[in-house]
């Protein structure tokens, strides 16, 4: 099945430690993103890579960071800088359109809720 | 910086009833997504508008992109309770794929 994964689905953390978010991509999309979701709330853009070994920041950036040396990996570290981690978290990937100089839509993995203790 | 506003934040529907969520952008946008998030899942992509006045129809979900590219809607008839969720659009000004996502609208079906 091609598909994004993300792993683990619930994760626990004291508070001052790093934890680091998988997501695995086999759908061959160049570009990958990774969102916050907070309750009530719409999904905002921490970072974002459209190529393997760069990546931009996001309007929420601080407290996280990422590598891409990979296509199909995209691991999202939040940091003890991130001071209210607690959220949901929630990888996607596109694919850049043939015909124009967009993307098209982007495909979500099932997310990871962070709970910091 | 860039803004995407929803109304209603919330909406109650009766089963069978029609409504519509909209969508308004501070700036003009290249294109505008629609995304259906279920109840404890993820994000889901709906549709994709490009074309000013462009109106696109999936079954019983219309959605519409406004002449100045800034506003856009989506409107469901009949609604079913399979229509529960959270309704995002999300804007796109630029061609790097970075999307500004709108707060979402949460849909509520009494039978």
């Known amino acids: 099945d091609g598909g994004i994964t993300q792993s683990p689905k619930y994760l626990f953390r004291k508070e001052g430690q790093n934890v680091t978010l998988s997501c695995e991509q086999n759908?061959?999309?160049?570009?990958m993103y990774w969102y916050r979701q907070d309750p009530g709330q719409g999904l905002r853009l921490i970072y974002y890579?459209?190529?393997?070994?760069?990546?931009q920041k996001g309007d929420i950036a601080e407290g996280y960071s990422v590598s891409r040396e990979k296509k199909e990996s995209f691991p999202l570290t939040v940091t003890s800088a991130q001071k209210n981690p607690t959220a949901f978290y929630l990888c996607?990937?596109?694919?850049?359109?043939?015909?124009?100089?967009?993307?098209?839509?982007?495909?979500f993995g099932p997310g990871t809720r962070l709970t910091v203790l | 910086g860039q803004q995407v506003m929803q109304i209603p934040q919330y909406q109650h529907v009766q089963e069978g009833e029609d409504f519509t969520t909209y969508c308004n952008s501070s700036?003009?946008?290249?294109?505008i997504q629609w995304y259906k998030q279920r109840p404890g899942g993820h994000p889901v992509f709906l549709i994709q508008?490009?074309?000013?006045?462009e109106v696109k129809k999936q079954k019983r979900l219309t959605f519409q992109f406004g002449e100045a590219k800034k506003n856009s809607s989506l409107h469901i008839t009949a609604t079913q309770t399979t229509d529960v969720g959270t309704y995002f659009c999300a804007g796109s000004t630029d061609s790097w794929g970075k999307l500004q996502f709108g707060a979402g609208t949460q849909v509520v079906v009494t039978p």
């Open positions: 890579s459209q190529i393997v070994n760069d990546f």
């Open positions: 759908l061959n999309h160049d570009a």
């Open positions: 700036t003009t946008l290249s294109n």
């Open positions: 996607a990937s596109s694919i850049r359109d043939l015909v124009g100089s967009s993307y098209n839509e982007q495909f």
């Open positions: 508008l490009v074309k000013s006045g």
